[in-house]
């Protein structure tokens, strides 16, 4: 699960990638929210793809890039990314609402099982604007969903209208998409708490992924170059062509193991295990928004929603 690794970047930086990291104190990225919970989680990450962020992470630089897809409506939680969703029956003066991982949520990793639905939260996010910079901090006031049986989603509403966000920063949320989305479709997953952008395709999907205790269903697979981090956890999977979210980052293999924790497999539907070292994975979203009825409230029992009830 793409949490970030707990390492001394200073020391990985100069040792090298073959040297073990010693564990210490990880200074939070730019922009990541701090006000809530004890700062990272530890869960490993492939220490390969952590040499690749150390450079901005200690400098505190955002990397330019060109393209259509940026960082405006992302968030930055103490521990994962996310993004400011709407429906697309929203409407404007509707309760916002925040989109990340079920095992971002601050009471820890849902079990197995387990759907947490309409908790009351204070949770905070850093709202972050086209060029990555943070302009606001969001409050929730309820967590509306979270599961991490056959998905890994979280769902907070805020004390705020997308109209006043829109009025108050200039920043839109973004809109999930109602459908599932196909393989070769050009995406980007962007991440709030690194203020980091990964371009790709998605490559295919997995009947069943299981991680550890967990097992999610129809996870979109990533060609290579989305070679997502810990702390990317939560960030939205954007359609590159159409500007929705199509899925929401989750975790990826790192050491080649089978089905263990930060080391998922894939099963098939004759039962076939497959495993794909440093390739990693999203949770689809489009079965959402058949959930949620008038002023964004959610409705478990609404014809077509298909999302796991507690």
């Not at 999203?282 to 959610?298: H, I, M, R």
Request: with cysteine; proline share 5%; charged share 20%.
């Amino acid at each position: 699960m793409r949490k970030p690794l707990v390492v001394a970047l200073c020391a990985l930086a100069f040792a090298g990638v073959g040297a073990t990291p010693a564990v210490a104190a990880e200074p939070s990225p730019t922009g990541a929210d701090t006000t809530t919970g004890a700062g990272p989680t530890t869960l490993t990450d492939a220490v390969s793809g952590m040499v690749g962020t150390v450079t901005d992470t200690l400098s505190g630089l955002t990397a330019p890039r060109a393209g259509a897809v940026d960082f405006a409506g992302t968030v930055s939680l103490s521990n994962c990314s996310g993004s400011v969703v709407r429906m697309p029956g929203s409407a404007d003066d509707d309760p916002a609402l925040v989109l990340t991982n079920g095992h971002c949520v601050e009471s820890g990793f849902p079990a197995p099982g387990e759907v947490l639905a309409d908790r009351p939260s204070s949770r905070s996010f850093g709202l972050l604007n086209s060029s990555g910079s943070r302009v606001a901090t969001l409050r929730a006031d309820r967590l509306v969903y979270a599961t991490m049986t056959d998905t890994d989603a979280a769902i907070y509403r805020l004390g705020t209208t997308y109209e006043r966000i829109k009025s108050s920063y200039g920043i839109d949320a973004l809109t999930l998409s109602d459908t599932r989305p196909t393989a070769g479709t050009a995406i980007s997953v962007v991440s709030g708490y690194w203020k980091r952008i990964y371009d790709c395709s998605i490559d295919g999907f997995a009947y069943r992924m299981k991680e550890g205790d967990w097992t999610w269903k129809d996870s979109v697979r990533y060609t290579a170059a989305c070679d997502t981090i810990g702390g990317t956890s939560g960030s939205p999977v954007v359609d590159s062509a159409t500007g929705t979210v199509v899925a929401v980052n989750n975790t990826g293999n790192n050491d080649g193991e089978r089905c263990t924790v930060n080391n998922p497999c894939e099963i098939g539907e004759d039962g076939e295990v497959t495993v794909r070292r440093g390739i990693n994975y999203a949770q689809q979203t489009y079965l959402f928004p058949a959930c949620f009825g008038v002023d964004n409230k959610l409705d478990l029992d609404a014809s077509g929603c298909a999302v796991p009830k507690p």
